[in-house]
């Protein structure tokens, strides 16, 4: 499982990153949070990714199998 980031949707809000800094960073050049974790491989991991996804405004925040 991973978590991805659509950069279309995404608004540079900052929620993700703020909250789930383990997670995801924003990257400094562009503004837009990059993943921080390949592979989400735990429940921890998956957890932070899933509740990334339900504060993020625009929804650019997926987790898939």
Known sequence: MKATVDLEKC?????CYYNHPSLL???????YP?????EL?????TREA???A???PAQAIAVVE
Do not use: F, M, P, Y
Not at 25 to 31: A, P, S
Not at 34 to 38: F, G, T
């Open 11 to 15: 608004i540079k809000a900052g929620e």
């Open 25 to 31: 960073l924003v990257n400094k050049e562009t503004g």
């Open 34 to 38: 990059d993943i921080q974790v390949a």
């Open 41 to 45: 491989v735990n429940e921890s991991l």
């Open 50 to 52: 899933r509740e990334a």
């Open 54 to 56: 339900k504060v993020c």
